[in-house]
């Protein structure tokens, strides 16, 4: 078991068999390719992306379906290639590839990233920001306020 100190969650301790590896990096973050996923129930069903080699740099996800229950995405050959996987059939979301969209909150409201959803083989945790170039996704989903939020 693996430790690293981070600036959001302090000490985590993780399995290096558990690391995403980024082999392009993100865009933004070409030089940051290995991320922790980390869950916490009282966020649920955001999953928290934190780099293992920059102790500040956290990404906010959610899973794509809990956005949009009939989500679909389509890979390039290059983005397939560099997550190791098969060019045969389309990638099963939840049986083949994790798929999160960042999170990004504002004081305008929160939105998610649906355009370029971070695609996570299961099997390798090799990865890749998947910019899908002719979609009707937006890189700016609103998300719509919790009820409590409203209710206030």
């Known amino acids: 078991m693996e430790t690293f100190d981070t600036k959001h969650f302090g000490r985590i301790a ?7 590896e980024f082999p392009r990096g993100l865009p933004g973050f070409e030089d940051r ?13 955001l999953v928290f992306l ?3 080699e920059d102790p500040e740099l956290c990404f906010i996800t959610a899973p794509v379906l ?12 290059e983005d397939r290639a560099t997550a190791g996987l098969s060019s045969v059939r389309r990638p099963r979301i939840g049986k083949d590839v994790w798929a999160l969209a960042v999170v990004t909150i504002r004081e305008t409201g929160t939105t ?9 083989n299961l099997r390798s945790l090799r990865a890749v920001q998947a910019v899908m170039r002719d979609s009707a996704y937006s890189h700016q989903h609103v998300l719509p306020a919790p009820a409590e939020a409203i209710c206030s």
């Open 14 to 20: 993780f399995e290096s068999t558990d690391t995403i």
């Open 33 to 45: 390719r290995r991320f922790a996923a980390i869950r916490q129930e009282r966020a649920a069903p």
């Open 50 to 52: 934190q780099s293992l």
């Open 66 to 77: 809990t956005v949009d229950a009939k989500y679909r995405f389509k890979l390039s050959e």
């Open 112 to 120: 998610v990233n649906l355009l370029a959803p971070l695609v996570i």
